[in-house]
T-cell receptor, first 116, second 115 residues
Framework: GAVVSQHPSRVICKSGTSVKIECRSLDFQATTMFWYRQFPKKSLMLMATSNEGSKATYEQGVEKDKFLINHASLTLSTLTVTSAHPEDSSFYIC????????????FGSGTQLSVL | KQEVTQIPAALSVPEGENLVLNCSFTDSAIYNLQWFRQDPGKGLTSLLLIQSSQREQTSGRLNASLDKSSGRSTLYIAASQPGDSATYLCAVPTAGGTSYGKLTFGQGTILTVHP
């Protein structure tokens, strides 16, 4: 089945640094990818929709200058958490939809970000 | 605004039991509904996807039903095994009932199956 690779799986950083998370669709093209955030024991909340070749669409309340999204190719989207602070510590998960229109979404394995 | 609720929040059962997990949603104008499995600290694995025109889907020991008019779905797990222990999430498309990919998730049911 389709595979979405997400790296890194875990990152610990100091407050004020920037962290980049990659999301790759390995065996299909994805013109659209989605970035979710999950707090402990909470459900996933959509942060933004990543569109290949164009600007990302952010959900209400998500700071676009803090969470930079780049979708430069049909198989790669990146999320950069800029000037990270402890409140940005969370589990981030990407998902991708096959461009051929398959209904299912495929999710990455997630990235646990801990900001000290 | 679509809201998704899952009951129970947690469930602990002995191996071999048949289980029912419940999901309800407030806006019945959905295109489909998906059930996912999430292991601790991991991503999501899609288990079943039910189209709005379908009433149920089956995969192995899993059976998911959908009653769109009442805004409910159930996930039935037969003959549970310790390996079934995980968090189970249901999700529906967020806006306009489309299948575009923006999903609203329930808060999940944490399932523990003990030997």
């Amino acid at each position: 089945g389709a595979v979405v690779s997400q790296h890194p799986s875990r990152v610990i950083c100091k407050s004020g640094t920037s962290v980049k998370i990659e999301c790759r669709s390995l065996d299909f093209q994805a013109t659209t990818m989605f970035w979710y955030r999950q707090f402990p024991k909470k459900s996933l909340m959509l942060m933004a929709t990543s569109n290949e070749g164009s600007k990302a669409t952010y959900e209400q309340g998500v700071e676009k200058d803090k969470f930079l999204i780049n979708h430069a190719s049909l198989t790669l989207s990146t999320l950069t958490v800029t000037s990270a602070h402890p409140e940005d510590s969370s589990f981030y998960i990407c998902s991708a939809r096959d461009s051929r229109g398959v209904e299912k979404l495929f999710f990455g394995s997630g990235t646990q970000l801990s900001v000290l | 605004k679509q809201e998704v609720t899952q009951i129970p929040a947690a469930l602990s059962v002995p191996e071999g039991e048949n289980l029912v997990l419940n999901c309800s949603f407030t806006d019945s104008a959905i295109y489909n509904l998906q059930w996912f499995r999430q292991d601790p600290g991991k991503g999501l694995t899609s288990l079943l996807l039910i189209q709005s025109s379908q009433r149920e889907q089956t995969s192995g020991r899993l059976n998911a039903s959908l009653d769109k008019s009442s805004g409910r779905s159930t996930l039935y797990i037969a003959a549970s095994q310790p390996g079934d222990s995980a968090t189970y999430l249901c999700a529906v498309p967020t806006a306009g009932g489309t299948s575009y990919g923006k999903l609203t998730f329930g808060q999940g049911t944490i399932l523990t199956v003990h030997p």
